[in-house]
């Protein structure tokens, strides 16, 4: 087999992978790159603008061929290892006769995440469902995808088979997540094979290995945070990410308030609500919808038209919200501050801030941040990586035991050398063959 990885040895998202037997081509992975060479971040929305030839022009399309362009030498599929944009990204990019394969989870999210948020989206003609456990045939490989726990529901691992050689690609996950038999499940199945090479995530290495709390430990602080507001609580978090929604959902109700969904996250518990126990906002009683303003003015809000008559009855309004602020737990964006508060918060209000601190220095949370302290209120963050810590990678490594470990999404990979002893460092687009 070859293995290219298009980019990731030496970055944090963006992944691109390409393994290739002789006969048959996959890529794991198509994302928009998340830094620039000089590791400042790249603004999103500024590359989901951009063409496919400006892409291409700026480097940030991988040169991987016949993926981008009309080359008669496509590769066979596209494996979505999770709906992050920095690993589906490019999807738009790509040619359209090329199938994808995700999980059920992963084509829900990029669904509502195209719906709602202007990500990628993923064509129902093109994709095919990749089931936990349930091996697929693409040309010469067998591919068996594994569930893995990370920061957004659908998340897989690829365990790849063709030519007589193994690899593991394990996407982007974590051991401190809501559902540890995951990792247990997949261990156990790696256990009786002979595992050549491990691609392995490493955003964590480099870092303190600091192993903050799991999701369970995160849902009790969430509740006592709660329990000792005095106002208003805010909930900052990603929609998509469903183990910290159902940690919100299990605090609010323990501590008897109601939890209100915006649009977003009403969208994403209805589409799960058959394959997870998550409340159906439309059916139950202490939960409520509230339709930002920012969003009922826009484009959107016509496609959607069927969600607002589904969600109509748990429709609550600012009004009532304002009426009795010390009732409710309300999932709050920045952009809400003057659209829906008209730029001043009840008083008193608490924001829970579970997501990455790096999106505090940007000018709309500094905004908030004056908000609350004008509102006499605070912010408290409260939040835990997605990604797997420092620790557990070595652990990991150890547990699946390949004959050689090869980093990616991270930034120090030859750090890696320091927890395992059969470490490979590649470069972006160098090929290796094994």
Known sequence: MHVTIYRGTHEIGGNCIEIATNHSRIILDIGMPLFNEDREPHDTGALRRQTTDQLRQSGVLPNVPGLFDESNSRPDAILLSHAHEDHTGLLGHSHPDIPIYSSIGTSKMMLAGAKFAGQPVLPRERQQDLTSGQPVQIGEFTITPFSVDHS?????AFLIEAAGKTILYSGDLRLHGRKPGMHRALVEAIKPRNIDLLLMEGTHIGHPDHRGPNEYDLEKQIAEFIQSAPGLVLASFSPQHVDRLVGFLRATKKAGRTFVADAYTAFVMHLIASETPIP???STEWVKVFFPKFFEESYRRKQLENHFVLMSPARIGMNEIRANPSRYVMLFRPSMLDSDFGGSLPERTRCLYSRWEGYLERPDSQLVTTALENAGGD???V???????????ADLIQQINAKQVIPIHTFEPERF???ASNVRVLADGVPIVF
């Open 152 to 156: 957004i529901y659908g998340g897989q």
């Open 383 to 393: 939040h835990t990586s997605g990604h797997i810590h420092a620790g557990d990678i």
């Open 280 to 282: 159906r906002p439309e």
């Open 417 to 419: 050398q320091a927890i």
């Open 379 to 381: 912010l408290t963050k």
